[in-house]
């Protein structure tokens, strides 16, 4: 018999996400101020992608492993999911204080594995949470919130780097500007906090009589979540299938976007490259820094009003055009020369994004099994990161020789991508991405 979930006021569902926005103001970091850090340690543009590897080895690695583990943990004071959002945000707080310290390129390279690790052991319960706690009527507005909440922490990410480089002044010995610490700084208070505010406030819903005692039935070893990764993808919805091809596209294109916007946008706007004037790189960094916080500033304001468009068209649709706008944004954004228009572009793929956050969910999450929500948004998270396993690999060689090693025509390139992912997204079949109507 299963639970009947009792539905949550909007407040409560507010509080129980409040934690995604101290995660995704450290992912904002990751986009926006790593690159430039890199670059600052003497990186060249095309070691970028190998240097990025980070993000996708660790989610391919930890995500599904804690999906599989939290889904068969229950402790009656800590609940199933929270512990592993806490373990995780107080090892990302650690990582994102000490990173502007690096004093190498491989020491800050190093402290991105261990960063991206916490993130994603902080990050992959909560797919699984919404799921655990809200009736199927309410799953729009729990996943579109945490679009609100990654639009407002990369926001404020963002942002932070514009201020900070306006009013900190001078650079460590190694290169380091020091309104980067102030970014990281700020950073690692709102990772902890922010996740401990969702803890305190929200309750997990325990498991039934019969799960704890399947529960405690069953002989644990550590090869156990990988078997149960396994089985899982073996047994594994067509719907999830399709999803992983529009995801091979999407993710790929976006990992493009975030390597090479600062470069693109110090190309096409200050005419220098990080290589041949580094105080101009610096301007266009910072820049870049206001123009990503802007397109997520549009995240957070369009997040709530995908939850009617989805509720009303379905939520197939609404990811179809919010991705062919965002196929019009980047095809125009290599082509801007005044830093001001930079924005208009942005707004396309401010709401894309908040898309991308949410709606993906919204069609493959009545199709699958409760007892599994953890492991099945962990392998989600795998179809994520091995595009953007498979970008690092493969796209220096496609940068250098096909794009002409230019910044631009990889934004471009990123734009034709994504416009391919709206056609597989199109293969999906509506019946089976329907939500309830509230």
């Known amino acids: 018999m299963s639970l009947i979930k009792p539905s949550l006021s909007f407040q409560q569902i507010i509080n129980m996400n409040v934690g995604f926005f101290g995660i995704q103001y450290s992912f904002g970091l990751q986009q926006t101020a790593v690159g430039p850090l890199y ?79 916490a993130n994603n052991t902080a990050m992959e319960p909560y797919r699984a949470f919404i799921a655990d706690k809200l009736p199927s009527e309410q799953l729009a507005t729990g996943f579109l919130t945490q679009s609100f909440f ?24 190694v290169g380091i500007p020091y309104w980067v610490y102030g970014s990281f700084f700020v950073g690692s208070f709102c990772s902890i906090t922010s996740v401990l505010w969702s803890v305190m406030k ?23 979540p990988f078997f149960e990764i396994f089985e899982a993808i073996g047994d594994m919805p067509r719907v999830m299938w399709q999803l992983a091809l529009v995801y091979l596209f999407q993710w790929y294109a976006l990992f493009i976007y975030w390597q090479y916007v600062p470069l693109s946008i110090a190309r096409s706007v200050w005419n220098t490259s990080s290589e041949e004037n580094i105080q101009l790189y610096e301007e266009a960094a910072a820049w870049t820094g206001l123009v990503n916080g802007f397109y997520n500033i549009i995240t957070f304001l369009s997040a709530f009003f995908l939850v009617s468009l989805a509720k009303k068209f379905g939520p197939k ?50 199709s699958l099994p409760k007892e599994r929500y953890g492991v099945y948004m962990g392998i989600i998270n795998m179809m994520i990161v091995i595009p953007m396993i498979i970008q690092t690999l493969s796209f220096g060689a496609i940068f250098e020789n096909i794009l002409g090693s230019d910044p631009r025509n990889a ?24 939500i309830p109507q509230s």
């Open 411 to 434: 934004i471009s390139f990123a734009g034709v991508l994504l416009a391919i992912a709206a056609i597989a997204t199109s293969f999906i079949p509506t019946q089976e991405s329907k």
């Open 202 to 224: 929200t309750p997990e819903i325990p498991p039934s009589d019969e799960e704890l005692i399947l529960m405690r039935a069953q002989k644990r070893n550590f090869l156990d």
């Open 39 to 117: 670059s600052f340690l003497g990186a060249h543009e095309g070691e970028l992608p190998l240097l990025f590897l980070a993000g996708p080895v660790t989610g391919l690695l930890i995500q599904p492993i804690i999906g599989a583990l939290s889904d068969k943990t229950w402790h009656p004071k800590y609940g199933r999911r929270k512990p592993f959002f806490l373990i995780g945000a107080i090892a990302c707080s650690l990582c994102l204080f000490a990173f502007p310290f690096s004093r190498s390129l491989w020491m800050a390279a190093g402290l991105l594995w261990i960063l991206d690790a």
């Open 150 to 173: 990654t639009g407002l922490g990369i926001t404020l990410a963002n942002v932070s780097l514009f201020v900070f480089q306006s009013f900190i002044k001078g650079q460590s010995e």
């Open 317 to 366: 649709w609404v990811h179809i055009v919010c991705l062919l706008a965002a196929t019009v944004s980047l095809l125009i954004l290599p082509n801007i020369h005044d830093k001001y228009l930079l924005f208009a572009p942005m707004i396309g793929f401010g709401v894309a994004w908040a898309s991308m956050m949410g709606v993906p969910y919204l069609l493959v999450v009545e």
